[in-house]
């Protein structure tokens, strides 16, 4: 059974930066889907970023494009988020998850098969 532990999320000013991390375990990862998605209190789960394992290729929600980098480590089967220039819509549950079977952009929910148990990021003066 494959499995997610995101790790790296608190509380940041303004104009700061975090970093969260998302590990993954149990999943043959080459022709799949890394994705992340957030979710504030009162929202829908939204589209962040996302990221092809195999060939690198990356996508960002308009919200976050400039601001936020989605990359991967293949040692360490690690999937990173770095969140720069946070502003305090930022504030959310931060989730990662995996498709475990082919995707056509991976900015879509329903494309994910696993999901990470979140990680809370607070931006504020």
């Known amino acids: 059974q494959g499995q997610l532990v995101e790790s790296g999320g608190g509380f940041a000013q303004p104009g700061g930066s975090l970093r969260l991390s998302c590990s993954v375990s149990g999943f043959t990862l080459d022709d799949y889907a890394i994705g992340w998605f957030r979710q504030a209190p009162g929202k829908e789960r939204e589209f962040v970023a996302t990221?092809?394992?195999?060939?690198?290729?990356?996508s960002y929600a308009d919200s976050v494009k400039g601001r936020f980098t989605i990359s991967r480590d293949n040692t360490k089967r690690t999937v990173y988020l770095q969140m720069n220039s946070l502003k305090p819509e930022d504030t959310a549950v931060y989730y990662c998850a995996a498709s475990t079977d082919r995707f056509y952009d991976g900015r879509s929910l329903s494309e994910y098969d696993t999901w990470g148990q979140g990680t809370q990021v607070t931006v504020s003066s």
């Open positions: 990221i092809a394992w195999s060939r690198g290729d990356t």
